[in-house]
């Protein structure tokens, strides 16, 4: 039907919508354009982060339960993919310590036809998440729940490092339990080889870092490492053998019910891809000038990353933020510097394999112990500790939850926390206050001392500030329901900033005990966008059928002085 002359365009199918937000996320051609503007600088800083990426990659390949060879495809395939596909210039991803907490309980029990199904799985929902357009939310996590986060995380890491510190072959889910197990092992037989090594890893590391931050120090570190085992002869744990090829996809032998029991894994594995990117995506936004990502294409881009990686034997990845950080401080302007990342771990899985193999467990995990310690900044923890008692509380809360639950539990266990704070705090800052009516008869009134006796015997006038919801209502307005020998009551309404359907039922209530001995309540200034709420209730239309709402506070003293005055004793409901 038309009007005017004119028609009304009609809806595009879902289909189109959905291929027009789907090549929305897609690469673009000014993300390649931009790695012919400083080749040569992203070069060298992709070749910098590779080399500071190859002992993580290891590292976290071994702690996933894969070996350090799922660890390399990572970082190779979901590097390049992420690269491409995601939406920062800058950001390097691959596998984590995050992603390893998650995926340590998953290996022991489904083994890598379990993560296999929960990298897909993921993949596919981050897809989802980038569709949907969920990538802009994360900036509303709050910050001690980042923190007490990290700090878990940090703390996992050290602890699955223990067994291969102490030189103690033992494996398991519970990492707090398999740590325990691993001390009490050494202790019944100690071997201060491993331990020696660790503590020299880790000590190297860490000074060199403070010392010359922009030296591959842990590729030093191990390099050294292995090179003085090999001259000793020392009988240390090593990597072993890499695989000399990327396997071939293969499908899982799993039951129905296993993929069942598997989606809440994957709903974990997709959450924390999501935050940890988004987050490090965040980071490199504000160590880079001009350079600013697109949230959604790198959901999207870690959704194609993870989909890819577990195909071909990997494990499902994330950003890394330390090696993001280390990416653009190395100069890197584009996506080429993790393509050539990626590149140079290839080259030494086809060239140095063997070598590789020969790296001592303990020097690994001297590198990720070192690597959970930096992860920890105390500057920002002891802010927090000292700024109040909800964020402690919080930071407490998400800390303690990410080492005794999982990751995802605890995020969400931070956040519902903090919101409940938060909500606590807003409710506090809700105000009822009695106020004279002298200060609010803007329009020039003077009484006689009879009249003003009489009003302010029969008339009480009270301003209400701040939220009026759900979590403080009833506190808020508990003081009008004791009001006595009071004739009419004015509710100052304009400096309300919220009312929900709790705030507007339990104003409702409210009102109506009030009404019901015989006190009119007048309302003046309630904001237009409130009067919906409050009609639902039934009680905006009865007070406006009254004559009870006023757009300002000296018609509503008005009107009250002329109920006093017609009747001091009797009901003044009735008299308008």
Request: proline residues 5%.
């Amino acid at each position: 039907m038309t009007h005017g002359g004119g028609s009304a365009a009609s809806p595009r199918p879902v289909w189109v919508q959905a291929f027009t937000r789907l090549r929305s996320l897609a690469p673009r051609r000014a993300d390649f354009g931009q790695m012919r503007v400083a080749p040569r600088k992203d070069v060298m800083a992709g070749i910098t982060v590779g080399v500071v990426a190859l002992p993580l990659a290891l590292g976290f390949g071994i702690t996933s339960g894969l070996g350090a060879g799922a660890g390399l495809i990572t970082a190779i395939v979901a590097g390049t993919l992420a690269a491409i596909f995601g939406g920062s210039n800058v950001q390097v991803s691959g596998p984590t310590g995050a992603m390893t907490v998650v995926l340590v309980p998953i290996v022991a029990l489904y083994g890598a036809n379990g993560v296999l199904i929960v990298g897909l799985m993921a993949g596919v929902l981050l897809i989802g998440m980038a569709l949907a357009g969920i990538g802009r939310y994360v900036k509303f996590i709050p910050l001690p729940v980042i923190e007490g986060f990290t700090l878990g995380i940090a703390v996992i890491i050290a602890l699955q490092q223990v067994p291969a510190a102490l030189g103690v072959a033992t494996g398991g889910e519970n990492v707090v339990g398999v740590a325990v197990h691993a001390v009490a092992e050494w202790v019944s037989n100690p071997d201060w080889q491993a331990v020696l090594m660790t503590a020299v890893v880790i000590a190297v590391i860490l000074g060199g870092a403070r010392l010359r931050p922009g030296v591959p120090v842990a590729l030093i570190a191990v390099i050294g490492a292995t090179a003085i085992a090999q001259l000793l002869d020392l009988s240390l744990a090593r990597i072993g053998a890499l695989p000399s090829h990327f396997p071939a996809p293969a499908l899982p032998d799993l039951a129905w019910g296993d993929i069942r029991m598997l989606a809440v894994p994957a709903l974990a594995v997709a959450a924390l891809a999501a935050l940890e990117s988004l987050l490090s995506a965040t980071v490199a936004d504000a160590m880079s000038v001009s350079d600013r990502h697109d949230s959604d294409r790198e959901l999207f881009g870690q959704g194609i990353a993870n989909i890819a990686s577990p195909l071909f034997g990997g494990i499902p990845a994330t950003a890394a933020i330390a090696r993001t950080a280390v990416n653009v401080r190395s100069g890197a302007t584009s996506r080429l510097a993790a393509l050539v990342h990626a590149l140079v771990l290839l080259m030494i899985v086809l060239l140095l394999s063997r070598a590789v193999s020969l790296i001592p467990l303990a020097a690994l995990a001297g590198v990720l112990i070192a690597t959970a310690i930096r992860m920890v900044e105390v500057s920002s923890v002891r802010v927090l500790l000292r700024s109040s008692r909800s964020d402690t509380a919080v930071l407490i809360v998400t800390f303690t939850a990410t080492i005794a639950l999982d990751l995802a539990t605890a995020v969400i266990l931070g956040i519902v926390a903090a919101g409940a704070l938060a909500l606590r705090q807003m409710a506090k800052t809700a105000t009822l206050e009695e106020i004279p009516l002298d200060t609010l008869e803007l329009d020039g009134s003077t009484h006689s001392v009879e009249e003003r006796a009489l009003l302010d015997a029969h008339v009480v006038a009270y301003r209400f500030e701040g939220p009026l919801f759900f979590g403080g209502a009833h506190m808020a307005l508990l003081e009008l329901t004791e009001i006595s020998d009071i004739r009419v009551v004015i509710l100052r309404l304009s400096h309300v900033t919220t009312l929900d359907a709790t705030g507007a039922d339990v104003l409702a209530d409210t009102i109506r005990s009030l009404e019901r001995r015989d006190v009119a309540v007048l309302i003046s200034g309630l904001p237009m966008r409130y009067t919906a709420a409050l009609s639902a209730t039934g009680v905006y239309p009865h007070l406006v059928e009254r004559g009870h709402v006023f757009d300002h506070t000296p018609q509503a003293i008005a009107h009250a002085k002329r109920h006093v005055k017609r009747d001091r004793h009797h009901d003044l409901d009735g008299v308008s």
